[in-house]
Nanobody, 120 residues
Framework: QVQLVESGGGLAQPGESLRLSCANSGTMFSAYAMGWYRQAPGKQRELVAAISSGRDTKYADSVKGRFTISRDHVKKTTYLQMNSLKPEDTAVYYC??????????????WGQGTQVTVSS
């Protein structure tokens, strides 16, 4: 089983940075693909970034060059470094863990969500 706890959300001005953390208190963290989805009111949910168990990464076109996903297998934590934030990045960000190559799937485990607001 996987238990995910997110942190790091908050308010940022355009151009500033935030780093989200997703801590995994479950077992076999290294076997899971990890990723971040975001949901904003009136918009479809969007896969922001994912990192495979082998540390391969992929990103939504809207965040390429600005966001970086990484994982620390000692701390069992996945990070989303968000630079050059834009108002369009405002959303609730959800961390997930999945046993597929990328995920998510119906078998995914999910964090509780953390609000990111980008506004001047």
């Amino acid at each position: 089983q996987v238990q995910l706890v997110e942190s790091g959300g908050g308010l940022a001005q355009p151009g500033e940075s935030l780093r989200l953390s997703c801590a995994n208190s479950g077992t076999m963290f290294s076997a899971y693909a990890m990723g971040w989805y975001r949901q904003a009111p009136g918009k479809q949910r969007e896969l922001v970034a994912a990192i495979s168990s082998g540390r391969d990464t992929k990103y939504a076109d809207s965040v390429k060059g600005r966001f970086t996903i990484s994982r620390d297998h000692v701390k069992k934590t996945t990070y989303l470094q968000m630079n050059s934030l834009k108002p369009e990045d405002t959303a609730v960000y959800y961390c997930y863990a999945d046993l597929g190559y990328w995920g998510p799937s119906e078998r995914s485990s999910w964090g509780q969500g953390t609000q990111v607001t980008v506004s001047s």
